[in-house]
């Protein structure tokens, strides 16, 4: 196998541990995931939430503070799109969880990961954000 298709591999299967983590709730399992400057990038954000979130240390505590909202989280992948450089990879999943106190989110999201290093340097995530603005505010009433 070459270098080449070592790296996908690697990155594919870093892409697969990223959502059943995220599923588990397993936040120190998903963090070791992330490169030090990795960044969140939300192209199209919903009132009261970032563009982006830079640095490891950033993105572990939000997702930490934003896990802590769910009851439940599921994803599943509907398509896995694997660059030919094997430097990044883009998937379609659809989320669906359940907020403390009983309100459901559902999405459809495009992500595209890219990595440096086997570690995720950037995640740029193309949702909804109308679908979204429920989640942040559950936030807000934290």
């Known amino acids: 196998m070459t270098d080449l298709h ?4 690697r990155n594919l299967e870093t892409v697969r541990s990223f ?3 995220m599923h588990r709730k397993d936040i120190d399992g998903w963090s070791d995931l992330w490169a030090e400057n990795g960044r969140i990038i939300v192209f199209y954000p919903p009132a009261g939430f970032g563009d982006s979130i830079d640095g490891k240390a950033a993105i572990v ?3 930490r503070e934003l896990f802590g909202n769910f009851e439940s989280f599921e994803s599943e992948l509907t398509a896995i799109y694997p660059a030919a450089d094997a430097e990044a990879v883009v998937v379609e999943y659809r989320n ?3 907020i403390k106190g009983g309100t459901e989110y559902t999405n459809s999201n495009i992500a595209v990961f890219r990595f440096k290093n086997g570690l995720i340097s950037a995640y740029h995530d193309y949702f909804d954000p109308r679908r979204f603005q429920v989640v942040v505010d ?3 009433k934290n």
């Open 96 to 98: 669906c969880a359940m």
């Open 19 to 21: 959502f059943d983590l």
């Open 61 to 63: 505590a939000a997702i």
């Open 6 to 9: 070592t790296n996908q591999a």
């Open 138 to 140: 559950a936030l807000a």
